[in-house]
């Protein structure tokens, strides 16, 4: 883990909900270094997870096709 830099610009996942649940990720830092920075957004100046960009790739595939079953 990382502590979240000010410089980066941090997105929003589109599977985030309304509800608080919401990840954000740094796209222009993962395509410069290869490394994705993921955050929780309700903590903006906390610590990131850092992963490479391959294994969050895979990560999102497997969102994408409902391989993670929702948590309550």
Same mark, same amino acid.
């Given at each position: 883990?990382? +502590?979240? !830099? /000010? %410089?980066?610009?941090?997105?929003?996942?589109?599977?985030?909900?309304? $509800? #608080?649940?919401?990840?954000?990720?740094?796209?222009? +830092?993962? !395509? /410069? %270094?290869?490394?994705?920075?993921?955050?929780?957004?309700?903590?903006? $100046? #906390?610590?990131?997870?850092?992963?490479?960009?391959?294994?969050?790739?895979?990560?999102?595939?497997?969102?994408?096709?409902?391989?993670?079953?929702?948590?309550?």
């Amino acid at each position: 883990m990382t +502590t979240c !830099s /000010t %410089t980066q610009q941090w997105v929003k996942s589109s599977y985030s909900d309304n $509800g #608080g649940t919401c990840v954000e990720w740094a796209p222009r +830092t993962a !395509s /410069t %270094t290869g490394i994705v920075p993921v955050r929780d957004s309700k903590n903006p $100046g #906390g610590p990131a997870l850092t992963v490479r960009a391959a294994a969050f790739t895979s990560f999102v595939a497997g969102v994408k096709a409902g391989g993670f079953g929702a948590t309550a």
